[in-house]
């Protein structure tokens, strides 16, 4: 009798703990369920994005790099050139489109800005059937660093006296150096602009044999809408990985030849930075704000905003991570580019492991001063090592678009910081 007691009790205890074992089981079950279903919430806010995360991290993990293709339509090149060439040795009448930049202060703008309007200035003058010219004024010529390939741009060569000449500017309106026989067209916005641009006929609009117009615009979606020029215009200029921005990285290429000089620092660089092929990169583009060329202090809000930009690249990081297990996150890096020094400084000691970023001088090219040598340098260095990581988190920054464009990095998987997606 005792002894079925004593089992009874056993068997009793043994049922409590088994059902508070199970019932503990359950709730962790049901509390993994529940992170994992918010997790795939998160995943699937985007799944366009997802999918194409989880194909990147594929290619990463297989060291395979996506976006290097050579996707820009060729179709139009050879009859462009033999154009180009046949103008410039005035074998048929003067005919010419230059992107006019005069220096500071003379409404061109930033790198990001001249790149943006030399690529859609001349986009322009192959729709138009002009010779594309750049004249780029700067105390460091540009030509020592970028060199023409395919067609001879370079202003200071063309035989242009005697021609008559129409001047413009594309952009706000404000620049102080223009000479005075300048046209402005009507309005200030680039919205006003790209609505006047949409409805010129410029085979008509220009009537002078060498038309020179300053913008820091890049306005692709204007010639792309144009009454006259989109049907040509999406023959040339496609839409590349899904944004407008691709066509500069078909323009870059198709104008510019690096010179031996710059390949030697970009050597330098990429090997300051242990930049191996092996190693996938975030590429960073931070834009603090022109303060940051005037001596003036950055105040807390920069690094709140900073830390934003690096939480996303973590969060990326965690994503790949959870699509490609086999994919070594650790030996990761995050190429900064920022205009600011202070940023630099405060990332590499709080990242060290991570921030990897050139110690260059940084400057403005366009505001203040002209630039010195070592200033050029560092914005021509950071922005094409930019453009060669594998992901970006980017600023709202027409910087960070050309590196994008450049790259031809996907409008899907990349990201501005300040409005992360992942
Ligand atoms: N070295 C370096 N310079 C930078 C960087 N970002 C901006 N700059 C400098 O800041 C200038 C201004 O940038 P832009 O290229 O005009 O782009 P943005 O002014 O940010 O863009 P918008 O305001 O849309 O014109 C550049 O010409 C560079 O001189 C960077 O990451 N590295
Ligand atoms: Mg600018």
Known sequence: MRMTKKRSLCYLVLLVVGSLAVLLLRNQESSGLQAHSKKVEALTKHPGLMRELKRFSQSLAEGRKLHRTEICSRSWQDKYIKLHKSILRSKQSPNYLVFNCGGINHGCGGYGNRIGAISTIFLLAVLTNKAFLINWK?????????????????????????????????????ERKLSDD?????????????????????????????????????????????????????????????HKYSFIGCAYDFLFKRTPRFEKLLQDARHSLKWENSVPRIGIHFRAGDFSFKDIKSDSSVFVRLEKYF???????????????????????????????????????????????????????????????????????DNVLLSECDILVLSNSTFSNVALGMGFHSSILNNVGDHCRY
């Open 311 to 381: 939480d996303c690249a973590k969060r990326l990081e965690k994503i790949l991570n959870n699509f490609s297990p086999s994919l070594d996150i650790s030996s990761m890096r995050w190429f900064l580019a920022t205009d600011n020094i202070e940023v630099k400084q405060y990332a590499q000691k709080k990242y060290p492991k991570k921030v990897i970023s050139l110690g260059i001088q940084v400057e403005h090219i366009s505001s203040i001063k002209e630039p010195s040598r070592a200033g050029l340098e560092g914005v021509l260095l």
């Open 138 to 174: 700067s105390n460091i010529s540009i030509l020592d660093y970028l060199q023409p390939k395919n067609i001879d741009w370079d202003f200071s060569k063309a035989k242009l006296k005697g021609l008559t000449k129409g001047r413009h500017l594309w952009g706000k309106g404000f």
């Open 182 to 242: 300048t046209l402005l067209f009507k309005g200030n916005t680039k919205g006003e602009f790209l609505s006047w641009f949409k409805r010129t006929n410029f085979v008509k609009f220009f009537t002078h044999q060498v038309e020179l117009v300053t913008s820091q615009w890049y306005f692709i979606s204007g010639i792309w809408k144009n009454n006259f020029l989109w049907k040509k215009s999406r023959r040339i200029a496609l839409k590349l990985r899904g």
